[in-house]
């Protein structure tokens, strides 16, 4: 589940700016909720089309609204399906994934204030979480990503906004396994993690995947992408993962 509490720092406050948002790729849908400013993706042609890397092929998708969190959104999905003729196996994703923000990063000048903190889902089990924080100009606020698993044994939690508490342990089961991402932590007596600068991780089934070999191993144990619609690839060789490892 993807909820985004927008502060609409980019475009209207329309209904076509509202996240998460949504398309179809490979036959699977993927969302996207985006928090931060990406001076590079504010007008309506972004700065990264004319590079030469991932995000300079074909443009299929075309943004419904006027922010920079749709068109980021839109541009990776057009440069994952330039890339990729069949499903990719998630470290390849995962590798794929890293050189997009890393160009999407690059396309700024030093001066600029970019925040660029992003989920994006990709069908019902597999999310990616990317963090690059910071503080708008004049504002004390950091914008970053924490998260936490929770797993049995479940315990009480007290959100930090109300008093109010929650008994995890009355609506889970010994099998659950949760991961939380938020932009701040949401309860006191948990002990959330912040993402490092530049940190993508990816979450099965509440668990984070911080390396190409670590998402290799959710795909060799039949977790990776699936879809009636295209073939799937399968699992790269130990040498080309050693090698996106060496990249990451």
Same mark, same amino acid.
């Given at each position: 589940? !993807?909820? #985004?509490?927008?502060?609409?720092?980019?475009?209207?406050?329309?209904?076509?700016?509202?996240?998460?948002?949504?398309?179809?790729?490979?036959?699977?849908?993927?969302? @996207?909720? #985006?928090?931060?400013?990406?001076?590079?993706?504010?007008? =309506? %042609?972004? =700065?990264?089309?004319?590079?030469?890397?991932?995000?300079?092929?074909?443009?299929?998708?075309?943004?419904?609204?006027?922010?920079?969190?749709?068109?980021? @959104?839109?541009?990776? +999905?057009?440069?994952?399906?330039?890339?990729? %003729?069949?499903?990719?196996?998630?470290?390849? +994703?995962?590798? %794929?994934?890293?050189?997009?923000?890393?160009?999407?990063? &690059?396309? $700024?000048?030093?001066?600029?204030?970019?925040?660029?903190?992003?989920?994006?889902?990709?069908?019902?089990?597999?999310? @990616?979480?990317?963090?690059?924080?910071?503080?708008?100009?004049?504002?004390?606020?950091?914008?970053?990503?924490?998260?936490?698993?929770?797993? #049995?044994? @479940?315990?009480?939690? /007290? +959100? /930090?906004?109300?008093?109010?508490?929650?008994?995890?342990?009355?609506?889970?089961?010994?099998?659950?396994?949760?991961?939380?991402?938020?932009?701040?932590?949401? %309860?006191?007596?948990?002990?959330?993690?912040?993402?490092?600068?530049? &940190? +993508? !991780?990816?979450?099965?089934?509440?668990?984070? $995947?911080?390396?190409?070999?670590?998402?290799?191993?959710?795909?060799?144990?039949?977790?990776?992408? /699936?879809?009636?619609?295209?073939?799937?690839? /399968?699992?790269?060789?130990?040498?080309?993962?050693?090698?996106?490892?060496?990249?990451?």
């Amino acid at each position: 589940m !993807i909820a #985004h509490i927008r502060y609409a720092t980019a475009g209207a406050r329309l209904l076509e700016n509202v996240h998460p948002f949504q398309r179809e790729l490979w036959g699977i849908q993927f969302a @996207f909720a #985006h928090n931060g400013d990406v001076p590079s993706y504010s007008k =309506r %042609t972004p =700065r990264c089309n004319g590079s030469n890397g991932l995000l300079s092929g074909k443009a299929t998708y075309t943004p419904v609204g006027t922010t920079d969190s749709e068109r980021i @959104f839109v541009a990776i +999905l057009d440069a994952l399906r330039n890339k990729f %003729t069949k499903l990719p196996a998630l470290p390849i +994703l995962y590798d %794929t994934l890293r050189k997009i923000n890393c160009e999407i990063i &690059q396309s $700024h000048q030093d001066d600029e204030c970019v925040i660029f903190n992003y989920l994006l889902s990709c069908g019902e089990n597999i999310l @990616f979480a990317f963090s690059w924080p910071g503080s708008r100009p004049g504002s004390k606020v950091w914008n970053g990503l924490y998260y936490l698993v929770r797993s #049995h044994p @479940f315990k009480m939690a /007290k +959100l /930090k906004d109300c008093d109010l508490c929650v008994d995890f342990a009355q609506v889970t089961t010994p099998d659950d396994r949760v991961a939380v991402i938020a932009t701040s932590p949401l %309860t006191e007596d948990e002990l959330w993690t912040e993402f490092e600068v530049g &940190q +993508l !991780i990816m979450f099965d089934r509440g668990v984070p $995947h911080f390396s190409v070999l670590d998402c290799a191993q959710a795909e060799n144990e039949g977790r990776g992408l /699936k879809s009636n619609a295209f073939e799937e690839s /399968k699992c790269s060789s130990s040498s080309e993962l050693a090698n996106a490892a060496r990249a990451s």
